[in-house]
Every structure is written in structure tokens, then in C-alpha cells.
């Protein structure tokens, strides 16, 4: 009598056991596989099941490549600094180191509930000192490489968060954390030169194996174009305006100019009878973000008063300032060619500035245009170059202009440089002491880390400055290169500096003399897998990509890029919403995992939906899953002990199973596996039925493929399948081709292309023996003359009669 399935008992059998003997061993022999979960800032609410989808998918990920013969590095860890750990914590009223440690503890004991076979030996947290001082030790080595430096500039500013925000963390218009409306505000900011690895970062796309999307979203931020820089003399005076264009063959249609705001020459443009708006219009622009002022639909500007002269057509052109140009990106300024840019053309049609043609789509001139023509073509209007292709003109034109010294042919890119300083005191101390002799100077290493100090009050100022700048015994210091008086640097580093980089840590946490020493390294990384959101597309993905091309240059690691291959699994929503407490549609996996077990909850996290896309929960999803669970449990349970002898079809079921099984995993169609699997149950079911039995090494091979999915119950059942060996001590199943074969194939029977009837034969026959068959199954409707015989190879035979 089969013993039924208590998920309670058996689960807790099997964490003991595993306890004592884990299934990921490294005996020296097996190579190394590196799957790796981006890491969670433990949020006071906890897990819910939406964060469970991305930890199961690298859990069954992981088992399936232990089975295949690796020894998987699959560790976890905290990414404990920054806002939403802060914000948490005054949202509670208490200490951010307080408040922090106790989710870590509450989220770690939900994790465990998984049953992944991370390696908390290798665990890290961002906020330990033995974490961050290789943060600080990154930095130090990227000031003195010269990629660090400090910059007074308009920065995007969340009133809410009292803190600087980089372009990054800023979406639609709001703060990506708290979803306040963003302003800009004029801070001193340390920065990082990102853009000095914009090429690597965009050509090396090419080595990885990610979704094309991740890819392209990069590939956009990136944003890297060809064009010219041309001069445009301010009207009356020695001064110019330099453009940033990709259009320089468009030059002869340029009819204005467009500053930001912000442009260093925005107010002295200013004419006096424009002085006042132009003023009013500039601290305006400075209450936008950048992103509303992009995705404003109504072209705001004003007019400065002055003119430069288009240095072809030597005509003088207004000069205004709009919102829609952005200071940090080109030069902050544009030539406006309204009759080929449709931004250009509102702005020129709202301000009745002239349109001037310059290309045509069959080299006549348009005299009623009534929207952009942005269209390859015929140049008009144009002096020498009338009759060009516009398209050769693109490509020529740069090298014209800077044969007759009026620009230069140049590349430009949208990626800006990372804002990295933040004015807030959750996070990394920024190693640098501001000497008045020496400038800035870099903490010593040996002196690093540069502790975090301990205060009561860490709510933000929002003066523009970080809550450390009031602690004198703190700030006041002396400089490591003279000896004088000198201040700490007092703001902090944004969440992003510790997750740029942690990935490396995982595999050597333990030493305090490098980042990671170099045998490891070698030995150990990159990741192999990379498992989380899209939503971190360009942030961290593009960080650590930075990060890691840094290390490489600086001969930390051997490699240069981290990730090797990425998967971003889709979120999990309930009620049409993505999961959030403010929402109410948070679901807990807690009280899941008690009525059904961890395995069910597994296995229906994979069932909901394909793992790359969003789905929608359901709690009563789970009841056919368990139900799936229990059916197989009884199947073995009832069969492990009668010896029946393989048939032919189980055989082929056997071999059928292992191959859709695989080929779904392989391709991460993991909802297709579970689905598979109850087919494959129900197969079994019916072919003991038929048969009095299931083969052991069937039922084996089962509980095998299974184990990566459901790991307790694939246990319990191959030690009542008389093994005292775990079953991640096996190998993943082979399958073989011809056995998955049908014997016997049913064919067609067709006369002049009307079935007659069926006909099976073997599956070896030759085209003679089927059509012999076919003839006889059909004789007593076969009349007439034959004039032609057809077979389709395993389908059907047509016989055509007269």
C-alpha cells in the first residue's frame, strides 16, 4: 500500500537531510557554472510571489546544471544602501542600520522557504565595512585613473527624496523611487566618466548572449551619432555659438537657433527690451526635468533679441532659447531646419519664423508646405550641392565643411556622465578629503575603509547638502598629502556603487587583502547566468558593465564583460496591477507554502505564465499543481515495487519525455515543462492501466527530471525507488533518437484526393509495401484505371484513377 503525500513531513525531512549533505559539492573535478539572482534591497514589506518567479527560475536553473555535471556557484546577498533602505526607515521613525538588519533577517527566512541551494558562506551586504571599503577602493583608483572628478551643474533634484538624482533614475518626469515630480537645482556633484567607455560599452553588445530589447534599450542610451560641429557668429560681436548637428547637409535651411536654458551665453544673448522674459523663461526651465521637457507636446520658448549669421548663406537668423533643448547633450545648442525636422517645423509655425526648403523629393520646390518633409532626396535651395542625393550629401557634406573651415566632422553621443554624489547619509562615504592646498585627495588605501560615522539624526537636509556635513568631529580632518587642516567629503554614493560590482565579491567575500584575488577570478567568473528584471535595463546592467571594463583595465579581472548570458523574467500582478502593499494586492507565499508546499508553490510559479512575461495571479492555479504532485506521488509510490519489464511503448514514452522535457528547458519555456510533465503523468497513468505497471528506470528517469522542479518530492521518491544516494548524484537523461520512433505510423488513404481510409504499416516500409497496403485496405472502392500512385512519407498515398 502506497503511503500518501504529506508535504509537511517530507519537506521537513529533506531540509534536515540536506542540511547535513548538500547536493552542490565541488570535488575538483567539475567545472564551474555561475547563476546568479540580482540581489534585493531588503524591503520592510518582505517577499511576496512575484519575487519568488526570479528565484525559482535560477533555483531550477541551477539543479538542472548540477545534473548536467557543474558545480554551480548560486550565492545571495543584500543591497542594503541607499534610498529605498533609508526611506524606509523614516518612514518607521527608526535607524536605518536597525531597520535594515531586521529585514535582511525576515527576508532571508522567506528565501530559505524556496529551497535554493544558495551558498550563504558566500553572502554579502553592501553596508558592511568589508563590502564597502572595496566599493571606496574602486573609486579611489577611478579618481586617480582620472574617471571621478567634480563638477558644479544643473542635476535632477527630488524634492521628496532631498537628493540628487542621476538621468537613470529619473522616469517620465519623477523620481523612479518615490515618484515625486523632479526639478533641477545647480549642486557641486561628483561625477564618473562613463562616457569614456561609450564606445566599448556600445560595440561589445555584440559578444552577449541578451534579449535583443535589453540590448537595444542600451544601445539607445548610448545614443551614439555622426555629424558635424559648426560655428554660428553672433550677430555684431566676435563670439560664437557652436551646433552639434547629424544634418549638416541641411546647413543652407537653417533659419534660427535654439539654446537651453541653460547655456553658458543664454542670458548675455538676452538684448535689454528681452532681459526680463528671457530671465523669467530660464528659472522656469529650471522647474522641469529633463524628461518632461523632451515629452512636452507644446513647444514653449522666447526670444533673446539676437542673431547669429548661417555661415552659408551668410543671412542673419534669430536666436532663442526652449526648454526642448537639453544643455548636456552636444553642445547645447541647435540650428533649426524647419522644413526637414518636425519639431523644428512646429516651433517655427507657432513663431512664424521662415521655411526654407532645401530638399525635395523630385527637386521641385514645395511652395504650400504644410508639415517636415524628412524624407531622403533631391537638394534644392542649396547652392552647390543642388542636384545631390540627400543621402550622398550626408555622408559628404562634414568633410566640405571643414575643408572650408566652417565645421567639423565629429561624433556625439546622449550617454551623460554619472552623477554619482547624493546628499543623503544611507551610503557609502565618498573616500576623498578637500585640502584648500592640495584640492581634492583621495583617502589613503591602507587607511580604507572609510567607516560610515553613527548619528540620531540622518534625515535628509535638504539644503543641498548630506546630513554628515553636520558632524564637525567627522568632517574636520587633515589632508593625507600635507598634513593641513581639510574636510571629508560629505556627500554619499548612490545605491548603484555597490551593485555595480558585488557579483565579484561573492566568489572571494572573505578576503581582506583584494577585491577578489586573481586565481579566483579566473577560476570562478564571469556569471554564466544572470537572472532578473528588465526594468534594470540601462541602470545596473550598464553600471556593471562600466564597472567590470574598469577592473579589466586596471587588471582586477581577466574579462570584460560581466554577464555572459540574461534572462529577465516578467512580473507576476494580481488584480490587472503589479504587486504592491500600497495597492492591497500583495501575495504573500507564507501561508502558500503551508497549505500546499514549497514544491507546489515551485512549480506554479513556472505554471502562471511564460517566465519572460507578465502574468496575472491566480491562488487557485495552485490546487492542479498540487493535484499534479499528489498524482505522481501515488504513480511511483504504487509502482516502485513490481518489477515490471520495460515495453516497447514505454521505452518510447521514456525516450519522448527526456527529449520535450529538455528541449522546453533548454529554451526557458519553463511553463511548457510543467505542462509537459502532467502530460507525460497522465501517459504513464493510462499505459500502467493498460499494461499492470510502469518500469523502474521510467519511473526513474521521471522523478530525475523532475528534481530541478520539485526538489523534496523527487528525493522522498527516489529513496523509495530503493536509492540511498541523493538523485542530484545522477546525471541529466539522454535520449535516443531512434527509440523515440514509432514502430508503426497510420498513413492516409486517399482516391483522387478524397480520404478513404486509413492504412497502418511499419515505420521502416518501403514506398512499394505502403502502397501494396494501401491498395488492399481500399480495394473494395478502388474501381477504374490507375493512372497514378502518390506517397507522401508518412502521411498519406493518393491514388489517382481514371
Same mark, same amino acid.
Given at each position: 500500500?502506497?503511503?500518501?503525500?504529506?508535504?509537511?513531513?517530507?519537506?521537513?525531512?529533506?531540509?534536515?537531510?540536506?542540511?547535513?549533505?548538500?547536493?552542490?559539492?565541488?570535488?575538483?573535478?567539475?567545472?564551474?557554472?555561475?547563476?546568479?539572482?540580482?540581489?534585493?534591497?531588503?524591503?520592510?514589506?518582505? *517577499?511576496?510571489?512575484?519575487?519568488?518567479?526570479?528565484?525559482?527560475?535560477?533555483?531550477?536553473?541551477?539543479?538542472?546544471?548540477?545534473?548536467?555535471?557543474?558545480?554551480?556557484?548560486?550565492?545571495?546577498?543584500?543591497?542594503?544602501?541607499?534610498?529605498?533602505?533609508?526611506?524606509?526607515?523614516?518612514?518607521?521613525?527608526?535607524?536605518?542600520?536597525?531597520?535594515?538588519?531586521?529585514?535582511?533577517?525576515?527576508?532571508?527566512?522567506?528565501?530559505?522557504?524556496?529551497?535554493?541551494?544558495? =551558498?550563504? =558562506?558566500m553572502e554579502v551586504n553592501t553596508t558592511d565595512p568589508n563590502f564597502y571599503k572595496w566599493t571606496q577602493w574602486i573609486f579611489v583608483k577611478m579618481f586617480k585613473a582620472g574617471l571621478a572628478y567634480e563638477k558644479e551643474m544643473p542635476i535632477n533634484w527630488c524634492p521628496s527624496c532631498k537628493t540628487g538624482l542621476a538621468n537613470e533614475e529619473v522616469v517620465n518626469g519623477e523620481c523612479e523611487r518615490c515618484g515625486a515630480s523632479v526639478t533641477k537645482k545647480n549642486l557641486k556633484q561628483w561625477m564618473l566618466k562613463i562616457t569614456e567607455y561609450a564606445d566599448r560599452l556600445l560595440e561589445d553588445l555584440n559578444k552577449l548572449d541578451w534579449p535583443e530589447?535589453?540590448?537595444?534599450?542600451?544601445?539607445?542610451?548610448?545614443?551614439?551619432?555622426?555629424?558635424?560641429?559648426? =560655428?554660428?557668429?553672433?550677430?555684431?560681436?566676435?563670439?560664437?555659438?557652436?551646433?552639434?548637428?547629424?544634418?549638416?547637409? &541641411?546647413?543652407?535651411?537653417?533659419?534660427?537657433?535654439?539654446?537651453?536654458?541653460?547655456?553658458?551665453?543664454?542670458?548675455? *544673448?538676452?538684448?535689454?527690451?528681452?532681459?526680463?522674459?528671457?530671465?523669467?523663461?530660464?528659472?522656469?526651465?529650471?522647474?522641469?526635468?529633463?524628461?518632461?521637457?523632451?515629452?512636452?507636446?507644446?513647444?514653449?520658448?522666447?526670444?533673446?533679441?539676437?542673431?547669429?549669421?548661417?555661415?552659408?548663406?551668410?543671412?542673419?537668423?534669430?536666436?532663442? *532659447?526652449?526648454?526642448?533643448?537639453?544643455?548636456?547633450?552636444? #553642445?547645447?545648442?541647435?540650428?533649426?531646419?524647419?522644413?526637414?525636422?518636425?519639431?523644428?517645423?512646429?516651433?517655427?509655425?507657432?513663431?512664424?519664423?521662415?521655411?526654407?526648403?532645401?530638399?525635395?523629393?523630385?527637386?521641385?520646390?514645395?511652395?504650400?508646405?504644410?508639415?517636415?518633409? #524628412?524624407?531622403?532626396?533631391?537638394?534644392?535651395?542649396?547652392?552647390?550641392?543642388?542636384?545631390?542625393?540627400?543621402?550622398?550629401?550626408?555622408?559628404?557634406?562634414?568633410?566640405?565643411?571643414?575643408?572650408?573651415?566652417?565645421?567639423?566632422?565629429?561624433?556625439?553621443?546622449?550617454?551623460?556622465?554619472?552623477?554619482?554624489?547624493?546628499?543623503?547619509?544611507?551610503?557609502?562615504?565618498?573616500?576623498?578629503?578637500?585640502?584648500?592646498?592640495?584640492?581634492?585627495?583621495?583617502?589613503?588605501?591602507?587607511?580604507?575603509?572609510?567607516?560610515?560615522?553613527?548619528?540620531?539624526?540622518?534625515?535628509?537636509?535638504? &539644503?543641498?547638502?548630506?546630513?554628515?556635513?553636520?558632524?564637525?568631529?567627522?568632517?574636520?580632518?587633515?589632508?593625507?598629502?600635507?598634513?593641513?587642516?581639510?574636510?571629508?567629503?560629505?556627500?554619499?554614493?548612490?545605491?548603484?556603487?555597490?551593485?555595480?560590482?558585488?557579483? +565579484?565579491?561573492?566568489?572571494?567575500?572573505?578576503?581582506?587583502?583584494?577585491?577578489?584575488?586573481?586565481?579566483?577570478?579566473?577560476?570562478?567568473?564571469?556569471?554564466?547566468?544572470?537572472?532578473?528584471?528588465?526594468?534594470?535595463?540601462?541602470?545596473?546592467?550598464?553600471?556593471?558593465?562600466?564597472?567590470?571594463?574598469?577592473?579589466?583595465?586596471?587588471?582586477?579581472?581577466?574579462?570584460?564583460?560581466?554577464?555572459?548570458?540574461?534572462?529577465?523574467?516578467?512580473?507576476?500582478?494580481?488584480?490587472?496591477?503589479?504587486?504592491?502593499?500600497?495597492?492591497?494586492?500583495?501575495?504573500?507565499?507564507?501561508?502558500?507554502?503551508?497549505?500546499?508546499?514549497?514544491?507546489?508553490?515551485?512549480?506554479?510559479?513556472?505554471?502562471?505564465?511564460?517566465?519572460? *512575461? =507578465?502574468?496575472?495571479?491566480?491562488?487557485?492555479?495552485?490546487?492542479?499543481?498540487?493535484?499534479?504532485?499528489?498524482?505522481?506521488?501515488?504513480?511511483?509510490?504504487?509502482?516502485?515495487?513490481?518489477?515490471?519489464?520495460?515495453?516497447?511503448?514505454?521505452?518510447?514514452?521514456?525516450?519522448?519525455?527526456?527529449?520535450?522535457?529538455?528541449?522546453?528547458?533548454?529554451?526557458?519555456?519553463?511553463?511548457?515543462?510543467?505542462?509537459?510533465?502532467?502530460?507525460?503523468?497522465?501517459?504513464?497513468?493510462?499505459?500502467?492501466?493498460?499494461?499492470?505497471?510502469?518500469?523502474?528506470?521510467?519511473?526513474?528517469?521521471?522523478?530525475?527530471?523532475?528534481?530541478?522542479?520539485?526538489?523534496?518530492?523527487?528525493?522522498?521518491?527516489?529513496?523509495?525507488?530503493?536509492?540511498?544516494?541523493?538523485?542530484?548524484?545522477?546525471?541529466?537523461?539522454?535520449?535516443?533518437?531512434?527509440?523515440?520512433?514509432?514502430?508503426?505510423?497510420?498513413?492516409?488513404?486517399?482516391?483522387?484526393?478524397?480520404?478513404?481510409?486509413?492504412?497502418?504499416?511499419?515505420?521502416?516500409?518501403?514506398?512499394?509495401?505502403? +502502397?501494396?497496403?494501401?491498395?488492399?485496405?481500399?480495394?473494395?472502392?478502388?474501381?477504374?484505371?490507375?493512372?497514378?500512385?502518390?506517397?507522401?512519407?508518412?502521411?498519406?498515398?493518393?491514388?489517382?484513377?481514371?
Amino acid at each position: 500500500m502506497s503511503t500518501p503525500y504529506n508535504h509537511k513531513e517530507v519537506e521537513k525531512k529533506w531540509r534536515k537531510h540536506w542540511e547535513g549533505h548538500p547536493v552542490n559539492v565541488q570535488d575538483g573535478k567539475k567545472p564551474k557554472y555561475y547563476c546568479l539572482d540580482m540581489f534585493p534591497y531588503p524591503s520592510g514589506s518582505g *517577499l511576496h510571489v512575484g519575487h519568488w518567479r526570479g528565484y525559482v527560475i535560477s533555483d531550477v536553473w541551477s539543479r538542472y546544471k548540477i545534473l548536467k555535471g557543474y558545480y554551480i556557484i548560486h550565492p545571495m546577498g543584500w543591497d542594503a544602501f541607499g534610498l529605498p533602505a533609508e526611506n524606509y526607515a523614516i518612514k518607521m521613525g527608526v535607524h536605518p542600520s536597525i531597520s535594515t538588519a531586521e529585514n535582511v533577517a525576515n527576508i532571508k527566512k522567506q528565501i530559505n522557504e524556496i529551497a535554493a541551494i544558495y =551558498d550563504w =558562506d558566500m553572502e554579502v551586504n553592501t553596508t558592511d565595512p568589508n563590502f564597502y571599503k572595496w566599493t571606496q577602493w574602486i573609486f579611489v583608483k577611478m579618481f586617480k585613473a582620472g574617471l571621478a572628478y567634480e563638477k558644479e551643474m544643473p542635476i535632477n533634484w527630488c524634492p521628496s527624496c532631498k537628493t540628487g538624482l542621476a538621468n537613470e533614475e529619473v522616469v517620465n518626469g519623477e523620481c523612479e523611487r518615490c515618484g515625486a515630480s523632479v526639478t533641477k537645482k545647480n549642486l557641486k556633484q561628483w561625477m564618473l566618466k562613463i562616457t569614456e567607455y561609450a564606445d566599448r560599452l556600445l560595440e561589445d553588445l555584440n559578444k552577449l548572449d541578451w534579449p535583443e530589447k535589453v540590448k537595444k534599450m542600451q544601445s539607445d542610451w548610448i545614443g551614439k551619432s555622426y555629424g558635424a560641429e559648426v =560655428d554660428f557668429t553672433v550677430d555684431g560681436t566676435d563670439n560664437a555659438i557652436r551646433v552639434y548637428t547629424t544634418r549638416p547637409d &541641411t546647413l543652407y535651411g537653417a533659419t534660427f537657433m535654439v539654446l537651453a536654458p541653460e547655456h553658458a551665453m543664454a542670458k548675455e *544673448l538676452a538684448t535689454k527690451e528681452q532681459q526680463a522674459e528671457v530671465e523669467d523663461y530660464i528659472y522656469k526651465a529650471s522647474m522641469k526635468s529633463s524628461v518632461d521637457r523632451l515629452q512636452d507636446k507644446e513647444k514653449t520658448g522666447v526670444f533673446t533679441g539676437s542673431y547669429a549669421i548661417n555661415p552659408l548663406t551668410k543671412k542673419k537668423i534669430p536666436i532663442w *532659447l526652449s526648454d526642448y533643448v537639453l544643455a548636456d547633450y552636444g #553642445t547645447g545648442a541647435i540650428m533649426c531646419v524647419p522644413a526637414h525636422d518636425e519639431r523644428d517645423f512646429e516651433f517655427a509655425k507657432k513663431f512664424e519664423i521662415p521655411i526654407v526648403q532645401v530638399i525635395s523629393k523630385d527637386g521641385k520646390e514645395d511652395p504650400e508646405m504644410t508639415e517636415a518633409y #524628412t524624407e531622403a532626396g533631391v537638394m534644392i535651395n542649396s547652392g552647390d550641392w543642388n542636384g545631390m542625393n540627400s543621402d550622398k550629401a550626408k555622408q559628404e557634406v562634414p568633410d566640405m565643411l571643414e575643408k572650408m573651415g566652417i565645421g567639423k566632422k565629429t561624433v556625439n553621443y546622449k550617454l551623460r556622465d554619472w552623477v554619482f554624489s547624493r546628499q543623503r547619509y544611507w551610503g557609502e562615504p565618498i573616500p576623498i578629503v578637500h585640502c584648500e592646498e592640495c584640492g581634492p585627495v583621495p583617502v589613503p588605501e591602507e587607511e580604507l575603509p572609510l567607516l560610515l560615522p553613527e548619528v540620531e539624526k540622518y534625515q535628509p537636509t535638504g &539644503t543641498g547638502e548630506s546630513p554628515l556635513a553636520d558632524i564637525h568631529e567627522w568632517v574636520n580632518t587633515s589632508c593625507p598629502t600635507c598634513g593641513k587642516p581639510a574636510k571629508r567629503e560629505t556627500n554619499t554614493m548612490p545605491q548603484w556603487a555597490g551593485s555595480s560590482w558585488y557579483f +565579484l565579491r561573492y566568489v572571494d567575500s572573505k578576503n581582506d587583502k583584494e577585491l577578489v584575488s586573481k586565481e579566483k577570478a579566473h577560476e570562478l567568473l564571469p556569471v554564466d547566468m544572470y537572472i532578473g528584471g528588465v526594468e534594470h535595463a540601462v541602470l545596473h546592467l550598464l553600471y556593471s558593465r562600466f564597472y567590470t571594463k574598469f577592473l579589466y583595465d586596471i587588471g582586477v579581472v581577466d574579462f570584460e564583460e560581466p554577464f555572459t548570458k540574461l534572462f529577465n523574467q516578467g512580473m507576476i500582478g494580481k488584480n490587472g496591477a503589479k504587486m504592491s502593499k500600497s495597492k492591497g494586492n500583495v501575495v504573500s507565499p507564507d501561508d502558500l507554502v503551508n497549505d500546499y508546499g514549497c514544491d507546489s508553490l515551485r512549480m506554479y510559479e513556472l505554471f502562471v505564465g511564460p517566465p519572460e *512575461l =507578465d502574468s496575472e495571479w491566480d491562488d487557485r492555479g495552485i490546487d492542479g499543481v498540487y493535484r499534479f504532485i499528489n498524482r505522481f506521488f501515488n504513480l511511483v509510490s504504487e509502482h516502485k515495487d513490481k518489477n515490471t519489464k520495460a515495453t516497447e511503448e514505454m521505452i518510447k514514452l521514456r525516450h519522448r519525455m527526456i527529449y520535450d522535457i529538455t528541449t522546453r528547458l533548454e529554451s526557458f519555456s519553463l511553463n511548457t515543462v510543467v505542462s509537459g510533465f502532467m502530460e507525460y503523468n497522465n501517459k504513464m497513468i493510462d499505459l500502467a492501466k493498460k499494461g499492470g505497471g510502469i518500469d523502474k528506470e521510467t519511473l526513474e528517469t521521471a522523478v530525475i527530471l523532475l528534481a530541478p522542479f520539485i526538489p523534496h518530492v523527487s528525493e522522498e521518491l527516489w529513496s523509495q525507488l530503493g536509492h540511498e544516494t541523493s538523485v542530484f548524484e545522477n546525471t541529466w537523461p539522454e535520449y535516443d533518437e531512434e527509440k523515440m520512433k514509432d514502430s508503426e505510423i497510420e498513413i492516409a488513404v486517399q482516391i483522387n484526393g478524397k480520404t478513404k481510409g486509413t492504412v497502418m504499416v511499419a515505420a521502416e516500409a518501403s514506398k512499394e509495401e505502403v +502502397l501494396a497496403a494501401a491498395k488492399e485496405a481500399i480495394s473494395d472502392k478502388l474501381t477504374g484505371s490507375i493512372i497514378k500512385e502518390i506517397y507522401v512519407p508518412g502521411k498519406i498515398v493518393n491514388i489517382v484513377v481514371k
